[in-house]
């Protein structure tokens, strides 16, 4: 009984480090929109999702790794094996992708924006894999070690930091773009100093381990695919819109997912509880139907809020952005419902999780992602920034139908699918409506949304009280017995 407390206390706190993570990026939006162009916004996020890739090829997914083998030893010097290997053959790594993007940074930079204005930006980015390394590490090290309030306070810390240098670089400093990777090598450089104090011995090379390596590898390689396909599946929308339309629209886009990230803080802490609680409930002889309703109860609460990020979007972008970011305004309340499908594959999977078969899910991230790449380019070259909006909720779609699919022939659980799909094309279908209708028919005023906004919540509490409660009820009684 004490466990499952302790899992509840530690996946607040990891929920509260992942929420505080993804802030950032909210947090720092009103900085990026008022002192940076949309041209140079989106060339911020055409170098940022660039990064982002070499990072996940650097790592090659030995920080999964890492937790899986650190609980197969109860020795710490074998556990250091794990940490030491870890760390060097993703120093080595990281070095190979580094050099070439380096000294490579001139035809990059022409190869990406037609010119080589931005080389200095790309010699950042290449350094940013090496700095970025020793905190990455020092956090999968911490949590391993189920330091759980050090591991808050480490992301606590590093996000001030970042906040800070990106104010001073930025908004003091007038840097613009390179201000932005200043503050995360200076970030880096400073959490790893502390990072090389905590681990001390733990990277030293007499305890790499060549053999213990090969298992890891073994183990952590075939999960590179599925996350390479993650990052093409949300993040490569950029770069078809600047083929197509150049870094303004792709500053416009950024600006949409970002403000989308509204949907993100909720449906992570949702994702971080789901699953331990989920599981703490299997055995339970109404466990099914719990899933059920908690299905339902889901795609009400958060389409009803995504409905909200849709309607009110402008409203929003006009209060934290500069005039020009208003036209991000689709952008954000389509990929809010984005975010929503995203949390749904959590419910989707739980029957997967529990005979222990995620295969599926590694199968439709991948086929996916490619299928997405190709809604991207017709999405861009159709439709613009709306496009590629549209493309992700497509794709997210039909990797949610496929996840429900499989995990239901494996473990059957009593959804009600008719009914959550009428729910989820309610909030869309009103969301969409009540903008539309009430920006270009009634001069846009905001009385008339928030009625329309007021009915649709009332509608959908009405609609599944019964389920409201029976959640509810299913959560009291949990607490009482932990």
């Not at 940076?36 to 055409?46: K, M, R």
């Not at 940022?48 to 996940?56: A, D, E, P």
């Amino acid at each position: 009984m004490s466990r499952i407390k302790q899992l509840f206390g530690e996946t607040i706190v990891y929920g509260v480090s992942s929420v505080l993570t993804r802030f950032l990026n909210l947090l720092l939006l009103p900085l990026y929109t008022n002192i940076l162009t949309p041209d140079e916004y989106g060339v911020l996020n055409i170098l940022n999702t660039t990064f982002s890739l070499l990072w996940l090829i650097s790592v090659l997914a030995l920080d999964s790794a890492s937790f899986v083998f650190f609980h197969d030893y109860d020795e710490e010097e074998k556990r250091k094996r794990i940490f030491s290997s870890w760390f060097w053959i993703q120093f080595l790594t990281g070095l190979l992708l580094c050099m070439p993007v380096f000294f490579a940074s001139g035809p990059l930079s022409e190869l990406f924006f037609g010119e080589d204005t931005f080389r200095t930006e790309f010699r950042l980015i290449s350094l940013l894999i090496m700095f970025n390394l020793l905190p990455s590490i020092i956090w999968n090290w911490l949590r391993s070690k189920r330091k759980v309030k050090a591991t808050a306070i480490f992301t606590i810390i590093q996000s001030v930091i970042i906040i800070g240098c990106n104010v001073w670089f930025i908004l003091g400093l007038k840097l613009g773009i390179k201000g932005f990777f200043y503050a995360q090598l200076v970030s880096g450089f400073i959490m790893s100093i502390a990072a090389i104090i905590m681990l001390g011995d733990w990277i030293s090379t007499k305890y790499f381990d060549k053999f213990l390596l090969k298992r890891m590898l073994l183990f952590s390689l075939p999960l590179v695919p599925t996350a390479v396909a993650s990052w093409g599946l949300n993040s490569t929308g950029g770069y078809f819109i600047q083929a197509r339309l150049g870094a303004a629209e792709v500053g416009l886009y950024q600006t949409g997912i970002t403000l989308s990230g509204i949907l993100a803080f909720v449906t992570t802490s949702f994702t971080q509880a789901w699953g331990p609680f989920a599981m703490s409930v299997k055995d339970q002889a109404d466990s099914t139907t719990f899933y059920a309703r908690m299905f339902i109860v889901y795609i009400s609460v958060i389409g009803v809020m995504a409905a909200g990020v849709l309607i009110f979007s402008r409203d929003i972008l006009h209060i934290i952005t500069s005039s020009e970011y208003e036209a991000a305004d689709w952008v954000a309340g389509l990929l809010s419902f984005n975010a929503l499908l995203i949390g749904l594959n959590y419910i989707a999977s739980i029957g997967l999780n529990i005979v222990k078969n995620m295969k599926p899910f590694a199968i439709v991230s991948i086929l996916g992602s490619f299928f997405n790449l190709i809604l991207f380019y017709y999405g861009a070259l159709l439709f613009g920034k709306e496009g590629c909006a549209v493309a992700s909720l497509i794709s997210n779609t039909g990797i949610s139908v496929f996840i429900f699919r499989a995990a239901q022939k494996k473990f059957p659980i009593p959804f009600d699918f008719i009914r959550g799909a009428m729910i989820f094309l309610l909030c869309l279908g009103s969301g969409i409506a009540i903008k539309y209708v009430v920006e270009s028919e009634m001069g846009n005023q905001l009385i008339f949304r928030l009625a329309g906004f007021f009915l649709l919540f009332c509608f959908l509490l009405f609609l599944n009280k019964e389920s409201l409660l029976m959640v509810k009820n299913k959560i009291r009684i949990l607490r009482k017995q932990y």
